[in-house]
């Protein structure tokens, strides 16, 4: 089966000379979800990152859902939601108003009918009329989700989705998360969290100073260590 997400060779030096990826080769497979493990600084976000088109790679190819990021960008971005780690959205807009702007950023006509499914998914529906300002960091957290998902994307990054937030909240997402996958989302999240990996990983992925250290399915990564540190 073809990978949804294929990294070859991927290296990003920043103008400071720092190294932040090098020579990564990672295959992620369709309708799976994949944990990207590793501390601070270890190249999560800018793998993802360059992955979504934010950020230029220095040399490397990556594939997304058959489309090349850089010379098929906008096909490659339409195929791809991304809920990153700040939290950074208009605080004066309405949940409704922002998550129908996002659909309309990638050219989706109108879908109220889908645009209500995902809110209340989200419980986000009683919100749907409140300012972004007034919300709690929890909802604005779920907010972000609303607006990665709301031009129906076949892969979602959730960047350190769950830092901040409460339990309750916590297992709200990760139900959300296995009800995506089960309608065929490929999901990939980054945390430094081996309990969040192992609660929701299929596959779980190491990386560290900028190169990844090893890919494993879950069941044999908990087994071989024996233990739930990393």
Request: proline content about 3%.
């Amino acid at each position: 089966m073809q990978p949804i997400i294929s990294v070859q060779n991927l290296t990003k030096t920043y103008a400071s000379g720092f190294q932040a990826l090098k020579n990564v080769d990672l295959e992620i497979r369709r309708g799976e979800i994949f944990a990207l493990l590793g501390p601070n600084g270890a190249g999560k976000t800018t793998l993802i990152s360059i992955i979504c088109g934010i950020v230029n790679a220095s040399s490397g190819t990556v594939i997304a859902d058959g489309h090349d990021i850089v010379r098929d960008y906008r096909a490659a971005r339409s195929k791809i939601g991304l809920v990153p780690q700040e939290l950074s959205t208009d605080a004066f807009e309405s949940v409704w108003a922002t998550v129908r702007f996002s659909r309309g950023l990638f050219g989706k006509p109108p879908d109220p009918a889908h645009l209500e499914k995902v809110l209340r998914a989200l419980s986000l529906w009683d919100k749907k009329d409140s300012k972004i300002l007034a919300l709690s960091g929890g909802m604005k957290r779920r907010v972000l989700i609303a607006k990665a998902l709301a031009h129906e994307p076949r892969i979602l990054f959730l960047d350190e989705p769950t830092a901040g937030v409460d339990v309750e909240l916590r297992h709200d997402m990760w139900q959300m998360v296995r009800g995506l996958r089960e309608q065929g989302v490929t999901i990939i999240l980054t945390t430094h969290y081996i309990e969040e990996a192992q609660e929701m990983a299929d596959r779980v992925g190491v990386i560290n100073r900028g190169e990844i250290v090893l890919v494993e399915d879950k069941v044999a990564l908990m087994r071989k260590l024996g233990r739930k540190q990393l």
